[in-house]
């Protein structure tokens, strides 16, 4: 059995960023706190648990006082740093440059909207961190949606303006954007001039590993895909994995392997979500050469 694994996969530069920032922090044995899983990953977010880094949420954020707190990649709301200067907490900011400059454009876009009578529209999964962190630069005015039912929120007799949560799907932020379209034209009139502005926000890191995994499960027999089932990005990744090649399995771990999956002579190839360690990577690669290769030529 031949085992690969997909040299693109892995950490995003914001999540690695995120983490080494959290690992420097913890050098020299002081607390620090996360706002929140720093990676939607269980066994990374458990790594670095053992290693002193405490998971808060935000009910518990308003009662501490004195202390350090990360903000992970995700980004954060403006009420999360109201709160850290009335409390004398300490950020470390690990915020992903593409996330602050994406709130900054959705700021700018709802201030034009409110003068304009119009509605901020996110393609992004509801309660999703950097939803929340998008959703507080408009007072909680703008509209999430991520099916087709969550369009009927829209006033489609009122400009839109619509961005994306930067982890999604590149296919379905464009099927939404397109059945905005659509719904723009049937209320107004086919020849009307649409007030509509659809932004593309998708992180090209993020959209590139696309293309990238569609070539990798085309060119493995196997694929075994690596990721926290709380990954957005990761359920979005598998399906492109799955739409190449129907042997292609979700896994958060090497114990949800089942040896039957896999005949003697097979590729596999290992990939994973933005949020997978190639640590997690590797682990599985070791199981399937140390273990399943001995259970096949039984």
């Not at 593409?98 to 901020?120: C, H, S, T, Y």
């Not at 895909?225 to 492109?240: D, E, M, P, R, T």
């Amino acid at each position: 059995m031949e085992v690969t694994i997909d040299k693109n996969s892995g950490y995003c530069f914001g999540v690695e960023f995120a983490i080494k920032m959290a690992e420097d922090e913890m050098e020299n044995g002081e607390k620090l706190f996360c706002l929140g899983d720093i990676v939607h990953n269980d066994m990374e977010v458990k790594r670095l648990n053992e290693k002193g880094l405490v998971v808060i949420d935000r009910e518990q954020l308003a009662e501490l006082s004195n202390c350090k707190v990360l903000i992970r990649a995700h980004g954060e709301p403006p009420e999360t740093y109201k709160t850290a200067i009335e409390n004398n907490i300490e950020l470390i900011d690990a915020s992903c440059p593409v996330v602050l400059k994406l709130q900054n454009r959705v700021k700018n876009a709802f201030d034009k909207m409110e003068r304009e009578e119009g509605q901020i529209v996110i393609y992004g999964k509801k309660g999703h961190a950097e939803v929340i962190g998008l959703t507080g630069q408009t007072l909680e005015k703008a509209i999430v949606v991520m099916e087709e039912s969550d369009l009927d929120a829209i006033d489609y007799s009122r400009p839109v303006t619509l961005f994306s949560q930067t982890t999604k799907s590149t296919k379905g932020f464009y099927e939404i954007s397109e059945k905005i379209e659509e719904r723009i034209k049937a209320c107004k009139g086919e020849l009307t001039e649409l007030d509509y502005n659809s932004n593309d926000s998708i992180c090209r890191q993020v959209s590139n590993r696309e293309p990238q995994l569609q070539r990798f499960a085309n060119e493995n027999d196997v694929i075994l895909f690596v990721s926290g089932k709380k990954s957005s990005n990761g359920k979005a990744l598998h399906q492109v994995c799955l739409s190449q090649n129907s042997r292609s399995y979700f896994i958060e771990n090497e114990t949800e392997i089942d040896l039957e999956w896999f005949s003697k002579n097979d590729k596999v190839g290992i990939c994973g979500a933005t949020s997978t360690p190639m640590w997690l990577m590797d682990q599985v690669k070791s199981f399937l050469e140390l273990q399943a290769e001995e259970a096949l030529t039984v």
